[in-house]
Antibody, heavy 120, light 110 residues
Framework: EVQVVESGGGLVQPGGSLRLSCVAS????????MSWVRQAPGKGLEWVAN????????FYVDSVKGRFTISRDNTENSLYLQMNSLRAEDTAVYYC?????????????WGQGTTVTVSS | QSVLTQPPSVSAAPGQKVTISCSGS????????VCWYQQLPGTAPKLLIY???KRPSGIHDRFSGSKSGTSATLGITGLQTGDEADYYC???????????FGTGTKVTVL
C-alpha cells in the first residue's frame, strides 16, 4: 500500500523548535518530489515547502523562509521538516505529501497529519 | 493569503449539479496546471482532479475539471450527501516560485 506517515508533532513554546518526520512506503521514495502542507485550525490548506528527488531543489512559502528547513533521506525513505523560531501562527496540522509529476505536478498521496501547537 | 480565489460556499439539492470556480492570474493558472482536492470532515485532503481535467484512478466521473485563461472550474454532478466537504483548487505560481491552494469552498447538500 502506498502511504506516508507523519510523526513528531506536539506542544512547543513560542520561539522553540520541533522536527517533523515522515516515513514513506509502498513506492520508490527517491523518484518523487515531496512536500509539507499545513492547515491551521478551522482554516484552509497552506503549502509550506517542496523538495526535489535528490534534495538539490527546494522551495518555501515566504512565511517560513529562514525558520523552517525541509530535508530528506532517500536511504531511509524519510522526509523531515525542521521548524525553528516557532510562532503561534505556525499552529496547524502538518501533512506530508507525495508529489506526482507527469505533464504537471500534483499532490497525490497525503498522510494523516501531525499536529503542532505553539503556545505558552 | 492565497492568490487563488474561490467562493466560500455552494449548495444544491441531492442529484443536482454544482460548480466551483477558482480565479487566479497569468502567473499561476494562466501558466500552469490546476488540481482540485476534496477534504471530507476530519480527514486529510484527497486529490480529485489533476492537470486541469484528469481524474486519478478511483475518482468517479461525476467530478470534472476545466480551465480557461486564468480561471478553473470544478463540476460535481449527481450531488450526494457524501460529497459534503471542503474543496480546494491548487496551482504553482511561476512568479512567486510557490504553490498555492485556493481559499476553499464548502459544498453543502440541501
Amino acid at each position: 500500500e502506498v502511504q506516508v506517515v507523519e510523526s513528531g508533532g506536539g506542544l512547543v513554546q513560542p520561539g522553540g523548535s520541533l522536527r517533523l518526520s515522515c516515513v514513506a512506503s509502498g513506492f520508490t521514495f527517491s523518484s518523487y518530489w515531496m512536500s509539507w502542507v499545513r492547515q491551521a485550525p478551522g482554516k484552509g490548506l497552506e503549502w509550506v515547502a517542496n523538495i526535489k528527488q535528490d534534495g538539490n531543489e527546494i522551495f518555501y512559502v515566504d512565511s517560513v523562509k529562514g525558520r523552517f528547513t525541509i530535508s530528506r533521506d532517500n536511504t531511509e525513505n524519510s522526509l523531515y521538516l525542521q521548524m525553528n523560531s516557532l510562532r503561534a501562527e505556525d499552529t496547524a496540522v502538518y501533512y506530508c505529501v507525495r508529489v506526482g509529476c507527469s505533464s504537471g505536478c500534483y499532490s497525490d498521496v497525503w498522510g494523516q497529519g501531525t499536529t503542532v501547537t505553539v503556545s505558552s | 493569503q492565497s492568490v487563488l480565489t474561490q467562493p466560500p460556499s455552494v449548495s444544491a439539492a441531492p442529484g443536482q449539479k454544482v460548480t466551483i470556480s477558482c480565479s487566479g492570474s497569468s502567473s499561476n493558472i494562466g501558466k500552469n496546471y490546476v488540481c482540485w482536492y476534496q477534504q471530507l470532515p476530519g480527514t486529510a485532503p484527497k486529490l480529485l482532479i489533476y492537470e486541469n481535467n484528469k481524474r486519478p484512478s478511483g475518482i468517479h466521473d461525476r467530478f470534472s475539471g476545466s480551465k480557461s485563461g486564468t480561471s478553473a472550474t470544478l463540476g460535481i454532478t449527481g450531488l450526494q450527501t457524501g460529497d459534503e466537504a471542503d474543496y480546494y483548487c491548487g496551482s504553482w505560481d511561476a512568479s512567486l516560485s510557490a504553490y498555492f491552494f485556493g481559499t476553499g469552498t464548502k459544498v453543502t447538500v440541501l
